[in-house]
């Protein structure tokens, strides 16, 4: 969720990406790590773990180049999404969704005609 809510305040993303993500574009205002640890915190005691874990993960989503932090002053920087973390964002996409698509054709069996299916829940065999 992190990385979506950096995304979708990234300048690289479009409107319709993401509609089609489901996502409704960002307002505009720059993002930091605590604002986005409150953002996903429930209740306010959540906030000072979750602010941990935002940390953690926007560490980690710097080194590899998904995330550019910018000083804003010596208590708050802002956080802004990559070109890497758009091209990650869209890859996804289109790979779960062609999961999504191989799923569902795994999963289409043909039905068992209504004959057939009582028959076997009898236990007949018929040949």
Same mark, same amino acid.
């Given at each position: 969720?992190?990385? /979506? =809510? %950096?995304?979708? /305040? ?7 990406? $993401? ?8 307002? !505009?205002?720059? #993002?930091?790590?605590? !604002?986005?640890? +409150? ?15 935002? &940390? !953690? =993960?926007?560490?980690?989503? =710097? *080194?590899? @180049? %998904?995330?550019?932090? &910018?000083? +804003?002053? *010596? ?5 802004? !999404?990559?070109? @890497? $973390?758009?091209? #990650?964002?869209?890859?996804? /996409? ?7 698509? &191989?799923?569902?054709?795994? #999963?289409?069996?043909?039905? =068992?005609? *209504? *004959? ?5 829940? @009898? ?5």
């Amino acid at each position: 969720m992190f990385l /979506a =809510i %950096l995304w979708r /305040a990234s300048e690289y993303v479009t409107e319709s990406e $993401l509609l089609a993500a489901g996502l409704c574009p960002n307002n !505009g205002e720059s #993002l930091c790590g605590y !604002g986005i640890a +409150v953002q996903l915190s429930h209740t306010p005691g959540e906030v000072g773990p979750t602010n941990n874990r935002v &940390t !953690g =993960i926007c560490n980690a989503a =710097i *080194a590899f @180049r %998904l995330v550019d932090r &910018t000083h +804003v002053h *010596a208590r708050k920087t802002s956080l802004n !999404g990559t070109k @890497r $973390l758009h091209e #990650l964002m869209i890859e996804v /996409a289109q790979s779960s969704g062609q999961f999504a698509r &191989t799923i569902e054709r795994a #999963l289409m069996i043909p039905e =068992i005609p *209504a *004959a057939a299916s009582s028959a076997l829940t @009898r236990g007949e065999n018929n040949g």
